[in-house]
């Protein structure tokens, strides 16, 4: 395309700029009440839902049974200042995402909308991980506890000792509890991989896009 | 949100309407796209508006807003299939001065521009709008330099596309 094909395109498009259907004021009335489905929106609703999630299973794994239970390995008190730390970083967490979702304006420049829509959604993507790591401890913390408290494994353990498997034992025992650890932490990752791939592909595609003219 | 404000939003969106239009044009293929697209920019425009105090020229920052939406915010895939429906898409070329060597033209370089990337459109949208460089630079976020050294690489895909 040389010169003069632009300016021939550029005269063009701007002559028919006039020809478009025009729409009435009644029927932008109508279009200002209607919902929006802009990404913002849907990774909004998204985010609400992954921390109503993670807020209710943090509550429903600290029942009594499992309190009593804390009691009785003795850990009581430093599973609560845990778990304290644990709500106030939750806040942080909510505080932040509030933040940086309303520092979301449409009129910044297409960079920094970009930027800022991949902020709201990093702090919520730390959450999980965040989340996902302190069930890990626990599971470990748990596994810890069983066989230094849990009286059927505590026998069984040292059957295996005075049979000379010792080591075996323990190779065992760390696997499997390595692999159901990474299998959770798996799916989970898939789970988030497929949603929000879905949702930021084109983002995405767009924000590699711009941030490649500014190399 | 009052209803003073209502009405002075809508009275400004249907005069400089055409802007939307223009940005749906290129960005969706198709009359319910062009529709879904204009209906979510609205939206858009309304929410920021209560920010827009006047200090620059409402289609100025309609711009902006509007671009953002087609770009960042709208989730439907704005990227047009590779073959565009030539009937579909309307060239607007008055009756007096018709020319069919210049229709056909004209029709090749709308195809190649529907062929670039939301980025690349957004750009040749702004230029075709006769924007100037430092005010691409600031809606899209990059250096002007850039923008400028972007703009002519476009300008050779256009060629190259229209030449192959």
């Given at each position: 395309m040389?010169m003069e094909?632009?300016?021939?395109?550029?005269?063009?498009?701007?002559?028919?700029?006039?020809?478009?259907?025009?729409i009435?004021?009644?029927?932008i009335?109508?279009?200002?009440?209607?919902?929006?489905?802009?990404?913002?929106?849907?990774i909004?609703?998204?985010?609400?839902?992954?921390?109503?999630?993670?807020?209710?299973i943090?509550?429903?794994?600290?029942?009594?049974k499992?309190?009593?239970?804390?009691?009785?390995y003795?850990?009581?008190?430093?599973?609560?200042?845990?778990?304290?730390?644990?709500?106030?970083?939750i806040?942080?967490f909510?505080?932040?995402?509030?933040?940086?979702?309303?520092?979301?304006?449409?009129?910044?420049?297409?960079?920094?909308?970009?930027?800022?829509?991949?902020?709201?959604?990093?702090?919520?993507?730390?959450?999980?991980?965040?989340?996902?790591?302190m069930?890990?401890?626990?599971?470990?913390?748990?596994?810890?506890?069983?066989?230094?408290?849990?009286?059927?494994?505590?026998?069984?353990?040292e059957?295996?000792?005075?049979?000379?498997?010792k080591?075996?034992?323990?190779?065992i025992?760390?696997?499997?509890?390595?692999v159901?650890?990474?299998?959770?932490?798996?799916?989970?990752w898939?789970f988030?991989k497929?949603?929000y791939?879905?949702?930021?592909?084109?983002?995405?595609?767009?924000?590699?896009?711009?941030?490649?003219?500014?190399? | 949100?009052?209803?003073?404000?209502?009405?002075?939003?809508?009275?400004?969106?249907?005069?400089?309407?055409?802007?939307?239009?223009?940005?749906?044009?290129?960005?969706?293929?198709g009359?319910?796209?062009?529709?879904d697209?204009?209906?979510?920019?609205t939206?858009?425009?309304?929410?920021?508006?209560?920010?827009?105090?006047?200090?620059?020229?409402?289609?100025?920052?309609?711009?902006?807003?509007?671009?953002?939406?087609?770009?960042?915010?709208?989730?439907?895939?704005?990227?047009?299939?590779?073959t565009?429906?030539?009937?579909k898409?309307?060239?607007?070329?008055?009756?007096?001065?018709?020319?069919f060597?210049?229709?056909e033209?004209?029709?090749?370089?709308?195809?190649?521009?529907?062929?670039?990337?939301?980025?690349?459109?957004?750009?040749?949208?702004?230029?075709?709008?006769?924007?100037d460089?430092?005010?691409i630079?600031?809606t899209?976020g990059i250096?002007?330099?850039?923008?400028?050294?972007?703009?002519?690489?476009?300008?050779?895909?256009l060629?190259k596309?229209?030449?192959?």
């Amino acid at each position: 395309m040389n010169m003069e094909e632009l300016d021939l395109l550029k005269k063009d498009w701007q002559k028919s700029g006039d020809s478009f259907e025009q729409i009435s004021e009644a029927e932008i009335y109508k279009m200002l009440h209607a919902k929006s489905s802009s990404i913002v929106k849907w990774i909004l609703i998204v985010s609400i839902l992954e921390f109503l999630f993670w807020s209710v299973i943090t509550v429903l794994l600290n029942d009594d049974k499992y309190q009593n239970q804390l009691h009785k390995y003795g850990i009581e008190d430093f599973m609560f200042v845990v778990n304290s730390i644990n709500y106030l970083i939750i806040i942080v967490f909510i505080y932040v995402f509030y933040k940086n979702y309303r520092n979301i304006s449409t009129t910044d420049s297409t960079h920094q909308l970009m930027k800022n829509i991949l902020k709201t959604r990093r702090t919520v993507r730390n959450y999980i991980w965040y989340n996902l790591a302190m069930i890990t401890l626990s599971i470990i913390i748990s596994i810890v506890m069983l066989f230094s408290h849990n009286a059927e494994l505590i026998s069984l353990m040292e059957n295996a000792i005075s049979k000379g498997h010792k080591m075996l034992f323990i190779i065992i025992s760390v696997s499997v509890s390595a692999v159901f650890i990474m299998i959770i932490i798996g799916l989970f990752w898939l789970f988030y991989k497929l949603l929000y791939g879905i949702l930021l592909k084109k983002l995405y595609v767009n924000y590699t896009e711009l941030k490649k003219i500014d190399l | 949100m009052n209803d003073d404000l209502e009405q002075s939003f809508v009275q400004q969106l249907k005069t400089n309407q055409n802007i939307i239009h223009k940005i749906c044009r290129l960005y969706t293929n198709g009359d319910d796209a062009h529709k879904d697209l204009f209906q979510e920019i609205t939206i858009q425009l309304w929410k920021a508006f209560p920010k827009f105090r006047g200090d620059s020229k409402f289609s100025t920052w309609a711009y902006r807003v509007a671009l953002n939406t087609a770009i960042t915010l709208y989730r439907k895939s704005t990227r047009t299939v590779k073959t565009v429906d030539y009937e579909k898409q309307q060239f607007f070329i008055s009756q007096e001065d018709y020319n069919f060597e210049e229709e056909e033209r004209l029709k090749l370089m709308y195809q190649a521009v529907y062929q670039l990337n939301d980025i690349e459109k957004a750009l040749v949208f702004m230029y075709l709008e006769d924007k100037d460089y430092s005010e691409i630079s600031e809606t899209l976020g990059i250096s002007e330099v850039n923008a400028r050294v972007k703009m002519n690489r476009i300008k050779g895909k256009l060629k190259k596309n229209l030449n192959p």
